[in-house]
């Protein structure tokens, strides 16, 4: 199976500041489509998880341009140009291009 | 408006069985693959099964293989999750998706004595 590590586990952010978040995973996720199907998604506490990017870039209808999907490969990063009140959750990465999918351990963001 | 809600969740004995549904509304659910994904208590997502838009192909989380069986109605517009030996460790909040872009609130299973 394909293991997604996440780093950090959890990070604390002061209002405003940027954010990064990455996710490695232990074998390509290119896929022989020509796609790369890697997903960042969102679970602010209490709710249901929200996918924000798609395919390592793709933000999703709705999700704020502070975010933004980077990567290849084996490596991937989340980042978050401006930290809001409402970024606080946790952000898992997730693998769809190899079955059994695969999700990320999590990073919890919080704010200082 | 889109939207997916899970129902038949509940406390069972290990060893029990448990069929959960989910009920799509707002979008041609015939025409997409879903998912079914659980969160243990205070945990991280866990995939659990996929089953394609025609029923031609199912996969599933080793985890859950042989115990568990997805199906679907596109006449209901409904997803099942058949969970059969359950155990302890089946114990988690079970959420269907569409491609991870819909997602419903959750049904809760409790396998416990």
């Known amino acids: 199976d394909v293991v997604m590590t996440q780093s950090p586990l959890s990070l604390s952010v002061t209002l405003g500041q940027p954010a990064s978040i990455s996710c490695r995973s232990s074998?390509?996720?290119?896929?022989?489509?020509?796609?790369?199907?890697f997903n960042w998604l969102q679970q602010r506490p209490g709710q249901s998880p929200r996918r924000l990017i798609y395919?390592?870039?793709n933000r999703e209808s709705g999700v704020p341009d502070r975010f933004s999907g980077s990567g290849s490969g084996t490596d991937f990063t989340l980042k978050i140009s401006r930290v809001e009140a409402e970024d606080v959750g946790v952000y898992y990465c997730?693998?769809?291009?190899?079955?059994?999918?695969?999700f990320g351990g999590g990073t919890k963001v919080e704010i200082k | 408006q889109v939207q997916l809600v899970e129902s038949g969740g509940g406390v069972v004995q290990p060893g029990g069985s448990l069929r959960l549904s989910c009920v799509a509304s707002?979008?041609?659910?015939?025409?997409?693959?879903m998912h079914w994904v659980r969160q243990a208590p205070g945990k991280g997502l866990e995939w659990v099964a996929f089953?394609?838009?025609?029923?031609?192909?199912?996969y599933y989380a080793d985890s859950v293989k042989g115990r568990f069986t997805i199906s679907r109605d596109n006449s209901k517009n409904t997803l099942y999750l058949q969970m059969t030996s359950l155990r302890a460790e089946d114990t988690a909040l079970y959420y269907c998706?569409?491609?991870?872009?819909?997602w419903g609130q959750g049904t809760m299973v409790t396998v416990s004595s």
């Open positions: 997730m693998q769809g291009t190899h079955w059994p999918l695969t």
């Open positions: 395919k390592v870039s």
């Open positions: 089953i394609r838009y025609d029923r031609s192909s199912e």
């Open positions: 707002g979008f041609t659910f015939s025409n997409y693959g």
């Open positions: 074998q390509s996720l290119a896929h022989s489509d020509g796609n790369t199907y």
């Open positions: 998706t569409m491609a991870f872009d819909i």
